[in-house]
């Protein structure tokens, strides 16, 4: 159990989660300077979604094939719940004081919990998702379960196709621009609320994806699962310097693999072993955030704000 | 005729407080028109509301004949008004050469767009020789060269530029101007809002002088720098 080859993959796959959840915080603060509290729900609301088509389709579909749906499935509720969010929550409040869309966020966070509480079947317990029945993967001492390669997949390609994406497209460079300085990338003629738009269905997106990877590695999906999760994936947002779409990835990793070995060592210094296994995974991964924003306030791969003249 | 640009009785106020309490000018094509005055003047905000940035209380522009009222910014730009703006206002993480390319984001001819980023180094030769750098390290009469750049990349009917000499040296203030009067040459059509009514004055057809959201007094750029009460307030003369 102590292994370390073994840790560290349960930490990377950890933080891959982590760091696509914590994509939609950044990328949502860096173009409208808003944490949108409410994320760690449209994470939650994707996991649901993937589930709804795998009930939908025929019983004994194979999940290797239900999966390219469950993900279509997934990603599509989670961007439909993160757009409306823009359009009829946070738009009407964009010239509002900040607190205004904060406390909106933190509202909508407890409405879609309870909505799908309420109205989804069977939600009121933890319902069971789809897994891989086929055994493990076994290498250099780790063992990885079939589900958990999918977000090792699944992350470092979404991470590059965002990259690519805005460095390299024309609506890519917009977005840059408006998060840069949205007055005057509009006089460039870019529409910024579609640049908006866009910056809450991608992160939406990714979220869909990581509920799905959530999914298959607990077996279970549950309206509460987007609280605990949304909080370590803004963790990894802060910690890796918000606003940068490549410190949330390293900051969710980082997160994640510190999670993972504090689980595992801390136990082992002497006089410290009450304070190891897993129950106290949650207080080192904010032990961790704390130390960061004394050390560097700006986050691992943050940019002071001071340029923004 | 109409000119490329009217504007008539424009009001804007921030909440309560009128800023521009009722102007009217216009622009012919090819002329260089100066809104000049002291700071608060609404120089600035009305050029943000000609572009699009800040909504009017009341009054009407027309571009072109076109009335642009309650269009937004972005759709603006596309009929052909370009906006420097105060402050420089470059994308500080982009580079050079990005920023010259978002300048040109509404058009879709790619030769032509690179055609015109070589123009705008031909202009600012210092420009080319950073294109790779970030527009956060340039000095600030180089970012206002890039700022300018970006302006003129939508192939503007109507440049407007403003407060281009603020905060620059003596020497980056007379290259500004002198490629300011570079346009103004090649048929550039330019609405100038500046504090420095010299140098404004001495190269615009028509100016106007602002004083607390209202035109006090208009005329050629030359009977302006020569009179009395303008020289007394604005060109520190006694």
């Known amino acids: ?309 | 005729m109409t000119a490329l640009l009217e504007v008539e009785d424009l009001r804007v106020a921030y909440g309560k407080i009128e800023a521009v309490k009722g102007i009217s000018f216009s622009v012919e094509a090819g002329q260089v028109v100066t809104l000049i005055g002291t700071n608060g003047a609404g120089k600035t905000t009305t050029l943000r509301t000609l572009s699009g940035l800040l909504k009017p209380l009341a009054g009407t522009v027309r571009f072109e004949g076109e009335t642009l009222t309650g269009t937004p910014a972005h759709k603006i730009v596309k009929l052909g008004l370009a906006h420097s703006p105060e402050g420089r206002h470059i994308f500080p993480r982009l580079t050079i050469t990005e920023n010259l390319q978002l300048g040109a984001f509404l058009r879709k001819d790619a030769a032509g767009i690179d055609k015109d980023i070589q123009r705008a180094y031909d202009l600012f030769p210092i420009l080319g020789e950073r294109r790779g750098q970030a527009a956060g390290t340039l000095s600030g009469g180089e970012q206002q060269m890039l700022a300018m750049g970006r302006a003129l990349m939508s192939r503007p009917k109507l440049l407007m530029l403003d407060e281009p000499s603020m905060g620059l040296s003596p020497i980056m203030m007379q290259k500004i101007m002198h490629t300011i009067r570079e346009l103004k040459s090649n048929g550039t059509t330019i609405l100038l809002v500046e504090q420095n009514a010299q140098a404004a004055l001495s190269l615009a057809d028509c100016g106007h002088v602002m004083e607390i959201g209202k035109i006090v007094l208009s005329g050629t750029g030359q009977d302006l720098l020569h009179d009395e009460s303008v020289r007394k307030a604005y060109l520190g003369e006694d």
Not at chain 1, 183 to 210: E, P, Q, S
Not at chain 1, 282 to 289: E, P, Q, R
């Open chain 1, 1 to 309: 159990m102590h292994e370390l080859p073994q840790q560290l993959a349960n930490g990377l796959i950890l933080g891959a989660m982590y760091g696509l959840i914590a994509i939609g915080y950044t990328m949502v603060y860096g173009i409208v300077q808003l944490i949108n509290f409410a994320h760690g729900e449209i994470f939650m609301v994707g996991g649901f979604g993937a589930l709804t088509v795998y009930l939908a389709l025929p019983g004994g579909t194979a999940l290797m094939l239900a999966l390219p749906l469950m993900l279509i499935g997934g990603i599509a509720t989670s961007v439909l719940v993160g757009v409306a969010a823009e359009r009829f929550a946070y738009r009407p409040l964009r010239e509002a004081p900040r607190l205004a869309p904060l406390i909106t966020a933190i509202g909508l966070s407890i409405a879609l919990q309870q909505a799908v509480w309420k109205w989804y079947p069977d939600a009121k317990k933890a319902r069971t998702f789809p897994q891989f029945k086929s055994d493990a993967y076994e290498f250099w001492n780790m063992t990885i379960q079939r589900g958990d390669l999918f977000v090792l997949i699944a992350a470092p390609l979404c991470m590059l196709g965002l990259g690519l994406f805005v460095s390299k497209t024309r609506t890519g460079r917009g977005m840059q621009a408006t998060a840069q300085d949205p007055d005057t990338a509009k006089l460039m003629g870019i529409n910024t609320d579609r640049i908006i738009v866009m910056a809450f269905a991608i992160g939406a997106a990714f979220a869909g994806v990581a509920a799905v990877a959530y999914g298959l590695r607990t077996g279970e999906v549950q309206f509460r699962m987007g609280f605990i999760l949304g909080l370590k994936a803004f963790t990894a947002a802060v910690l890796g310097g918000i606003g940068n779409i490549y410190g949330a990835m390293l900051g969710g990793v980082v997160l994640g693999l510190a999670e993972a070995l504090a689980t595992g060592y801390i136990e082992e210094i002497p006089g410290m072993t009450q304070f190891g296994g897993g129950s106290w995974k949650d207080v080192w991964a904010f032990v961790l955030l704390i130390l960061v924003l004394l050390l560097r306030p700006q986050g691992l791969l943050g940019e002071r704000v001071a340029d923004r003249a």
